[in-house]
């Protein structure tokens, strides 16, 4: 017989579910928080994680994976909700700040860092914020993103070199 660790999660009852998904909503907001950079659609993007993962819980083969699958779900809700942020601004036409910054406000708005995770890629931010904000093995960052270790390892290199070029990255990496 199997061990419980490699049996498909099946919600038998909403208790049941709760309390599988409880202990991984904080740091589900946490990760929507850091990717968005909005609290009210981090909240939301954690709703509708949590409904989409009640729906597909009982695909879920392995319970040793449930924090890297919910993670993986906010993930993918963060990107739909920066595309749907996009497609509105795009829609309207006008952007809401028509005001021209002097050179120096350019410059000091750049050096900001969450505006510079916000100029990554939704893949290179996503890798950045789970090493960096959540202490990440690469194994479990692999897992979130989708992807392989070696390519979770290749994504943070790039994405830091992207961040702070100058920086020699090389040993915080090993």
Known sequence: MA???TT???????????DLIVPLVQPGYRLACAMLHD???????VQDASLIA???????????QLRSWFLGIVANECRNARRRTWLRSVTLGLPTR?????????????ADLRQALRQLR??????????????MPMTEIAAV?????EAARSRLY?????LRPELAIEEALR
């Open 158 to 162: 790039r994405a830091v070199r992207q």
């Open 54 to 64: 009640w729906h597909k819980l009982g695909r879920l083969e392995d319970r040793s």
């Open 3 to 5: 061990s419980s660790a």
């Open 98 to 110: 028509l005001a021209v910054g002097s050179g120096e406000d350019r410059i000091v708005a750049t």
């Open 145 to 149: 993103a989708g992807i392989s270790v």
């Open 8 to 18: 498909p999660l099946q919600p038998v009852n909403e208790q049941s579910f709760t």
């Open 122 to 135: 939704h893949q290179d931010q996503l890798v950045v914020t789970l090493h960096f904000y959540f202490d």
């Open 39 to 45: 609290s009210q659609l981090a909240e939301d993007v």
